[in-house]
């Protein structure tokens, strides 16, 4: 199916006909960011509360070429792991697992580190960007469970728990610099050096090709593309969108304000995903 490009705002008839009609014919492969973990808790990196407009995020340059700056994430996310662990899935999360079970998803590709599309009952998520239930040693390779470090953590750091009012997107959180020589970080449990790294893809770190290869066949085979919940503003995302337009595959995008995306859209959603994927789901499944 080919739709002539429209902007669709709201959430009325309009709007989910339009979606619907999208949806409706299969093989949609969802790409989401982390607009759609925001009424989970977590606060994306865009919009008008986004974290990149209060902190400069965790580079892979950063982390793998400067101790005390790898010394400050760990200290950092050993608090924010609290917060991101306890965080739950959504309906937008539910609504993209119930029309998995209808079977109209190809597959689902996510931006976010959370874990959030899987809790909520989606199967076969691609994790483009990793995720934070994971650690990798930069020096043997070994990946772990995020849990079983959260415990050595915790035994080497029983009095560390500085109070924070919220996580950042990656997981970290916001910390004052005076704590953080009072935080005691853990080597490899494999190889007993490391230095250890959460599984996933920092900014200024290359998404590993044998991964966007996956990604770009799921897109090429797909009937549609549908965007939730990213403003498509690093290549990451945005190469999928334009590999879709190229291919002459509809492409559908829900979220809140502009994307970089728009003019590829076919169909294109400024509403609350809370609100359009529920209705959109009940609609179709």
Known sequence: ???????????GAAALDALADLVADGDVVVLSGAGLSTDSGIPDYRGATGSLRRHTPMTYQTFTRD??????YWARSF?????MRAARPNDGHRAVAGLQDAGL???????????????GGARDVVELHGGLDRTVCLGCGDVADRAALDERLTDANPHFGPRVDEINPDGDAELPD???????????????????KPDVVF??????????????????????????????????GYRFVLRAAKL??????????????????????????????????????
């Open 67 to 72: 101790p005390r700056g790898r010394h400050r």
């Open 79 to 83: 608090v924010g792991w609290r917060q």
């Open 203 to 236: 900014f200024g770190e290359t998404v590993p090709r044998d991964r966007v290869d996956h990604c770009f066949g799921l897109v090429e085979d797909a009937g549609s593309l549908l965007v939730l919940g990213s403003s498509l503003t690093v290549m990451s």
């Open 178 to 196: 005076e704590v953080l020589d009072g935080f005691v970080m853990v080597d490899c449990l494999a190889c007993g050096a490391g230095p250890l």
């Open 105 to 119: 998803l190809a597959g689902v590709i996510t931006q976010n580190v959370d874990g959030l599309h899987q809790a």
């Open 248 to 285: 002459g595959i509809p492409v559908g995008v829900v979220n809140v304000g502009p994307t970089r995306g728009d003019a590829k859209a076919d169909v294109r959603v400024d509403a609350p995903l809370g609100q359009v994927l529920p209705a959109l789901a009940a609609r179709l499944g």
């Open 1 to 11: 199916m080919t739709l002539a490009p429209a902007a669709v705002p709201g959430t």
